[in-house]
């Protein structure tokens, strides 16, 4: 039996793609993979209380490391008991190293070969991420699994930018890895960049491979790069990832990419869009997105979803969301917000179901078929 904190084990894989049906083991809990993590950036996924959380069935959910040190500072959740004493969540946690907002506050930052220089988008004040540093915010924040520290380049940029960030990247993958300072009780996931090219890619599965890490991440996609960029350079990177680790695609989560990410071999999945987008009055249906707070769905009084078993389409109309939405109520959004989560996970059981069944290709075809996604954002051999 192994010792890691963190394992993955292979249960099938699909017949006619990459996908894969698994089963995820950490200190925290067992979750059948494909995954989709609920994103609680602030220790909390927005206007949700953990037993709601658990009564949608979600096993796992994440936290920002980055966000986390600002306030209330790790030291504070390390006393309270990590993460999970913090904020009173039975499940697993994954944290992000912050190494998105490398990306993202491209304004507030400074980038070397140590580390990277923060402004905080708070209060001004300088802070200094490395790959040592970013280990020990995270072991104290005790999550289940915790991700090495990187670089995560725009799209576009030129190739010898994204050279440069990947040597860095994996220079701090190596630094992480000789930092972690809890291995027997936390994962440390690796993330493989590279931009767009396959070449580099390739290049840095394989030198994360060699580090023998519980699990790999695939980033920097998903970044303004067109989606059938995105799939072609996923199918490929998985394809360098071995199979009997976990492989995780970061910050990726409309349903189109749920299952396209499944059929190119993905496991886990997170994104903010189910949260942000219902805090916007847009929840997620089976018939595709519907932007509730809109005038015509004033005296409409279906579900959000006719075809969603969650509390929230069996109790309230569209017509009462809306009001509440427009009125500034906070009950609207905390409504459109257990919908969407319950709709991201229901969708991962139903592929999760699809897998056991060898049935994938069918799944995603029916799913399409009455979601009404565009076809034209993909390339036309995806849905052959």
Not at 53 to 60: D, F
Not at 355 to 374: P, S
Request: charged share 25%; proline share 5%.
């Amino acid at each position: 039996m192994s010792t890691e904190p963190v394992r993955y084990e292979l249960l099938r894989r699909c017949s006619a793609t990459q996908a894969r049906r698994g089963r995820l083991f950490t200190p925290h809990g067992t979750i059948e993979t494909p995954v989709f993590m609920p994103v609680g950036t602030q220790a909390t996924v927005k206007t949700m209380a953990p037993w709601e959380l658990t009564e949608l069935g979600a096993g796992i959910i994440l936290a920002n490391t980055y966000h986390l040190h600002l306030r209330p500072g790790e030291d504070l959740i390390r006393r309270a008991g990590g993460l999970h004493g913090f904020m009173q969540w039975p499940g697993a946690i994954l944290t992000d190293s912050g190494g998105f907002q490398v990306f993202s506050l491209a304004d507030l930052r400074k980038i070397s070969d140590d580390g990277v220089r923060f402004r905080s988008h708070l209060d001004g004040s300088t802070h200094v991420f490395t790959p040592e540093s970013v280990m020990a915010i995270e072991n104290a924040l005790g999550a289940d699994i915790i991700m090495a520290f990187d670089e995560c380049p725009p799209y576009p940029a030129t190739r010898d930018y994204v050279e440069t960030s990947l040597r860095r990247t994996l220079a701090w993958a190596r630094r992480c890895k000789d930092a972690h300072a809890r291995p027997d009780v936390q994962g440390l996931f690796g993330i493989v960049q590279g931009g767009e090219h396959l070449d580099l890619r390739r290049q840095a599965a394989e030198a994360l491979v060699e580090m023998d890490l519980p699990g790999y991440a695939v980033g920097g996609l998903s970044v303004g790069e067109p989606k059938p960029l995105m799939y072609e350079v996923l199918a490929a990177t998985t394809e360098w990832l071995p199979a009997g680790k976990p492989r995780y695609l970061m910050g990726v989560g409309a349903p189109e990419d749920l299952l396209e990410g499944v059929r190119c071999g993905v496991d886990m999945f997170d994104c903010v869009l189910p949260t942000r987008i219902a805090r916007n009055g847009t929840v997620f249906t089976a018939t595709g997105k519907k932007v509730i707070r809109n005038a015509q769905f004033a005296e409409d009084f279906l579900p959000l979803d006719e075809q969603c078993t969650c509390r929230v389409c069996q109790t309230f109309s569209r017509a009462y969301i809306r009001h509440l939405i427009k009125a500034d109520e906070v009950l609207g959004i905390r409504l459109t917000t257990y919908h969407n989560i319950h709709f991201m996970l229901e969708l991962m059981r139903q592929i999760r179901a699809a897998l056991d069944a060898d049935r994938f290709l069918a799944y995603r075809r029916e799913f399409y078929e009455q979601y009404g996604y565009n076809e034209g954002n993909l390339r036309e051999e995806v849905l052959d």
